[in-house]
């Protein structure tokens, strides 16, 4: 399984101390990653301590990021043949990130005193929720490499997918602020400035120059009512957010139409790629499912998933067991019913990840396509819109003067 991993612009500085000819030494190596400083052709191989020199950066991970990068190194000192306990200490040498330290500090609190790492990390305040059942996977399969490899895959692809969305969204977002940005210029700051002229007309004023005075009045009139009722709304959504999550969930994954779609595209991906790597362990189906759950968060399709759990449970076909949620689309149902026929499940899920993230990707790319072009038609026509109601009366004055 291939893992890319994501280089700096600038290169890390590592202090390396190391054994060479019965003498200790120290060394500073320069390289993009932990993994590109093993691959150094003067990197000495009987390693004691690696510790990263930290520069000043203003960069600010988030948990997904953070997680993905300790795992991936972790995941490469693992395949140099290191025990689990050596690698941990040499990543502790060089750790900033707090939720790294602490997981590492139960990372190494389980292994000194012989407990499940799983239980241990599950004690950390709002641990990624993927990581204890891959550690637990881990721990009772005694793969380590396997387990961590799957779970640096999801988390990969997961931030990848998140990345893709932000970057489309991106532009249609400064176009919004812009349009709001020149609104609030041209009727506060703009307009006053012609109100004399305007004056000078009664009632004589162009239509158009006339319905802008009232949407400057009306704005003056209720902004303060529209922030009051916009603060209203957002603290009811944090409020159903925070105390009813399954609410939540269930708004987020059925009724914000095309927000809906999209982010259901992305729990199914997230779930099938997770059912996908757990195949590969050659468990039985029932446990994948039970494993798969912990795929998202969304407590809304983990009920539905534990439904489709206990169908199969009992014996009814995937297909059928998936049918009966009532929540996924035909075609997926289609390549479940040619797994239950064939009784080759890894192809079929290895099929709906393609589709899924092709599907995915294909939507984003049209949302991006009628945004984009729609946001500049409608600041275009509110700029034009402006000007002729600015300027027609000042040309009738300019000609009366």
């Known amino acids: ?23 200790i030494k120290t060394k500073e190596f320069y390289a993009n990653s932990l993994q590109d400083l093993f691959l150094l052709e ?34 490469i000192l693992l395949k140099s043949h290191l025990t689990l306990q050596e690698s941990i200490e040499l990543l502790q040498e060089y750790q900033k990130s707090p939720q790294v330290i602490e997981l590492i500090d139960r990372f190494l609190l389980a292994l000194s005193n012989g407990k499940n790492i799983s239980d241990e990390v599950k004690k ?16 009772r399969n005694g793969n380590y490499i396997d387990a961590i490899e799957g779970l640096c895959e999801i988390l990969l692809q997961r931030k990848l997918l998140k990345e893709k969305l932000i970057k489309v969204m991106w532009y249609p977002l400064v176009l919004l602020c812009t349009l709001i940005i020149c609104i609030t210029v041209m009727l506060f700051f703009v307009l006053p400035e012609f109100e004399f002229i305007f004056s000078q007309f009664g009632n004589d004023l162009p239509f158009v120059t006339q319905s802008f005075l009232l949407f400057k009045e009306y704005m003056e009139n209720f902004y303060i009512h529209f922030f009051i009722g916009l603060f209203l709304v957002i603290i009811f959504l944090f409020f159903i957010y ?54 998202t968060s969304n407590l809304y399709l983990r009920a539905k998933i534990e439904n489709i759990i206990k169908l199969v449970h009992n014996g009814t076909l995937i297909s059928k067991a998936f049918e009966k949620q009532n929540i996924f689309d035909t075609y997926i149902l289609r390549i479940l019913k040619i797994g239950d026929n064939n009784n080759n499940y890894k192809k079929s899920f290895e099929m709906l990840i393609n589709i899924v993230k092709s599907t995915f990707d294909k939507k984003i790319d049209k949302s991006s396509q009628i945004l984009e072009p729609l946001l500049i038609l409608i600041l275009g026509i509110f700029l034009l819109f402006i000007m002729i109601a600015v300027l027609s009366p000042v040309w009738e004055f300019s000609k009366i003067a």
Not at 6 to 18: A, E, G, N, Y
Not at 47 to 59: D, E, P, W
């Open 1 to 23: 399984m291939g893992l890319l991993h994501l280089r700096s612009i600038f290169p890390m500085r590592f202090k390396v101390k190391f054994q060479e000819n019965g003498k």
């Open 242 to 295: 925070k105390f009813n999550k399954k609410l939540w969930d269930t708004i987020m994954f059925n009724h914000l139409f095309f927000i809906s779609r999209l982010y259901r595209l992305f729990l199914y991906y997230q779930l099938f790629l997770t059912i996908d790597i757990a195949l590969k362990s050659k468990h039985k189906i029932v446990d994948i499912l039970l494993f798969s759950k912990y795929s």
């Open 42 to 75: 003067d990197f000495p191989t009987t390693i004691i301590k690696i510790k990263k020199v930290q520069h000043f950066s203003l960069g600010i991970k988030n948990n997904t990021d953070v997680y993905y990068s300790f795992f991936n190194e972790l995941l």
């Open 124 to 139: 950390i305040d709002k641990i990624h929720y993927l990581i204890p059942y891959f550690l637990d996977t881990a721990q």
